[in-house]
């Protein structure tokens, strides 16, 4: 069975850093394009980072770049998200999903899907 699960959410700071963790279980991330997706209350999902299976690409969101680095260790089965100089605005529940066929699948909806961890940014 196909699982993933997040963790390294909570509570922190303006200014502060968090690193996100995406651990995958049931499967071998090798071969999965991974995103990480967030959702703030009363806003439509969106897309934040995502990185291929070969981890020779990634993209972020203009929000996000030169902020957050997203990175992978296929030998732990686990994806990071590392999140720098966070701001209010980030704060959301993130969701790591997998695809083999790559990020533009995820962001169409497609894939495995964990069930978030929330990160608030607040004073």
């Known amino acids: 069975q196909l699982q993933l699960v997040e963790s390294g959410g909570g509570l922190v700071q303006p200014g502060g850093s968090l690193k996100l963790s995406c651990a995958a279980s049931g499967f071998t991330l090798d071969y999965y394009a991974i995103g990480w997706f967030r959702q703030a209350p009363g806003k439509e999902r969106e897309g934040v980072s995502c990185i291929s299976s070969s981890g020779g690409s990634t993209n972020y969101a203009d929000s996000v770049k030169g902020r957050f680095t997203i ?4 030998a732990k ?8 100089s966070l701001k209010p605005e980030d704060t959301a529940v993130y969701y ?11 962001h ?16």
């Not at 990175?71 to 296929?74: I, Y």
């Not at 089965?77 to 720098?84: D, E, F, H, K």
């Not at 790591?96 to 995820?106: F, H, I, Q, R």
């Open 108 to 123: 169409q909806g497609f894939g495995s899907w964990g069930q978030g961890t929330q990160v608030t940014v607040s004073s």
């Open 96 to 106: 790591c999903a997998a695809d083999p066929l790559g990020c533009l699948l995820l």
């Open 71 to 74: 990175s992978r260790d296929n």
């Open 77 to 84: 089965n686990t994806v990071y998200l590392q999140m720098n």
